[in-house]
């Protein structure tokens, strides 16, 4: 088989495979380990921290924001608490949100079960924070109950578990040390060029 060939049923495997939803590991622990410290879900285009349960414990709607937006995993930065989709209002099944998306689309669980977890740990059956206020009231916000798959809103001041999300793929962003490691490389291939020179 060419190249052509094998890029014509890459192309036909990807196109039909487009409508499931994979979730890919990411930042693995060690070369070839096979355990990694996020997923990426490749429909939604959203990373995973694969640890639900990495703030520690339940925590404020405040807390919860600002654990997420120091959190660095691996040298990335950037992570979140997920987005609702406020259309849906107070209902189960709605896979405009993030969280929803994840539990529904990616884990394939149905309204009322949470019954496959994938490779994340420390799902706990409880609410999880959403970054998204609830406009009517201020000082209220959405969170999605992991167990059953709704999503409700409460007082921000309540303790929930969060659960860190990154936009698109870890895998796109540059690390700090790769880039520097890179720039060393190039820098100590020049200095080698000139000595032969």
């Not at 959203?46 to 990495?54: H, I, K, P, Q």
């Not at 992570?79 to 949100?97: A, E, M």
């Amino acid at each position: 088989m060419n190249k052509i060939q094998t890029a014509i049923l890459i192309s036909i495997f990807v196109l039909s495979s487009g409508a499931n939803a994979a979730l890919v590991g990411r930042l693995e622990t060690a070369p070839g380990s096979g355990v990694y410290q996020a997923y990426y879900d490749d429909v939604a285009s959203l990373t995973w921290l694969t640890d639900a349960g990495a703030a520690g414990g339940s925590l404020s709607w405040s807390e919860a924001s600002n654990w997420t937006a120091t959190l660095v995993v691996d040298g990335v930065g950037g992570w979140r608490l997920p987005d609702t989709d406020v259309n849906c209002g107070d209902v189960y099944n709605c896979t405009g949100s993030e969280m929803g998306s994840l539990f529904y689309t990616a884990l394939g669980n149905t309204a009322h079960f949470l019954t496959n977890t994938g490779d994340f740990i420390n799902v706990f059956q409880r609410d999880f924070w959403s970054a998204t206020g609830y406009e009517a009231i201020p000082g209220w916000a959405w969170y999605f109950q992991m167990g059953n798959g709704s999503q409700s809103i409460t007082d921000k001041e309540v303790d929930l578990y969060a659960w860190a999300v990154h936009s698109g793929d870890v895998a796109d962003i540059p690390l700090p040390a790769a880039a520097w490691l890179f720039g060393s490389a190039l820098l100590g291939l020049g200095a080698i060029k000139r000595k032969k020179s």
